[in-house]
Nanobody, 127 residues
Framework: QVQLVESGGGLVQAGGSLRLSCAAS????????MGWFRRAPGKEREFVAR????????YYGDSVKGRFTISRDNAKNTVYLQMNSLKPEDTAVYYC????????????????????WGQGTQVTVSS
């Protein structure tokens, strides 16, 4: 079956960096878009970034633009989220998700349009 497994979360001081990984298995993802979302305590799930497996085009949420970078390694079937200049407000559980490609940029900002989800990894940024 399809599995998305996140790793790389942890505790880091403000201004520091972390790299999250999402290992995907169980199907071919070449026709999919991979997204990262996050949910902070008491808040709704928030779009962070997305990347198309085919072509590699990316898109970021306004709150992380310029600080986070999403990338993928086709050979390893893995998507990464490099997070730099972390802030306490980045504290959240980060989720990897997959959705079929072929839709508009705005489509992928909606977590309800994703078909598969990982279990999440906690990122805590201390001030």
């Amino acid at each position: 079956q399809v599995q998305l497994v996140e790793s790389g979360g942890g505790l880091v001081q403000a201004g520091g960096s972390l790299r999250l990984s999402c290992a995907a298995s169980g199907r071919t993802f070449s026709n999919y878009v991979m997204g990262w979302f996050r949910r902070a305590p008491g808040k709704e799930r928030e779009f962070v970034a997305r990347i198309r497996w085919s072509g590699g085009s990316t898109y970021y949420g306004d709150s992380v633009k310029g600080r986070f970078t999403i990338s993928r390694d086709n050979a390893k079937n893995t998507v990464y989220l490099q997070m730099n200049s972390l802030k306490p407000e980045d504290t959240a559980v980060y989720y990897c998700a997959a959705a079929k490609s072929g839709y508009s940029t705005m489509w992928y900002l909606n977590s309800g349009h994703y078909d598969y989800w990982g279990q999440g990894t906690q990122v805590t940024v201390s001030s």
